[in-house]
């Protein structure tokens, strides 16, 4: 028989450039995806998201949430925005023609599963894209896995991530 699991569920987003000429400025922010999760403080480098209380077994889950049920898990799943910029332009800005994003969590989690798109998150950085297209806004799916022998209670990280230009 499976219990019901009740958990509160945030995510915060915190966003930093570098760049390898000192020179160069990228501003990053967190976007609302359209299909996904309504994100808190949208279109700036801070910004969070709460699933609220959800259950793997009846209740709700958000608007722009899916949830999938696995033999020992369950799964929450939404959309989301990050749009990366060139900032204060000088000559060595038209060098870089593309940024390489990377993403971690902040706190390490042995129990849950943190992704973004297919990428498991840890605490190490990890490559997101190596080739990401200034002033784009790509979509990434955000999926936080549960095991059913999670106990209730609340989950929350922070993702760090980092847009570096090449």
């Known amino acids: 028989m499976h219990r019901f ?7 915060v987003f915190c966003c930093c450039c570098a760049s390898a000429q000192d020179e ?3 501003v990053m ?3 609302s995806d359209p299909s996904g999760i309504v994100v808190s403080g949208s279109g700036t480098e801070t910004a969070s998201i709460s699933f609220g209380s959800v259950r793997a077994f009846g209740g709700t889950v958000p608007s722009g949430v899916t949830e999938s049920l696995g033999v020992n898990s369950w799964t929450l799943n939404t959309l989301i925005d990050v ?6 332009l000088d000559v060595l800005d038209e ?3 593309s940024y390489t994003l ?3 969590l902040e706190t390490a989690d042995t129990i849950n599963t943190w992704k973004w798109n ?9 490559t997101v894209t ?9 979509s990434y799916s955000f999926n936080l896995t549960v095991p059913f022998s999670e106990s209730a209670g609340s989950i929350a990280n922070t993702i760090e991530m980092t847009a570096t230009a090449n």
Do not use: R
């Open 24 to 26: 160069l400025t990228l």
């Open 83 to 88: 749009k990366v910029s060139k900032g204060t």
């Open 95 to 97: 060098l870089s023609t």
């Open 5 to 11: 699991l009740l958990l509160a569920c945030a995510l």
């Open 118 to 126: 297919s990428l498991t998150l840890s605490t190490t950085a990890a």
């Open 130 to 138: 190596a080739t990401g297209v200034y002033n784009s806004t790509p």
């Open 102 to 104: 990377t993403a971690q």
């Open 29 to 31: 922010q967190i976007d």
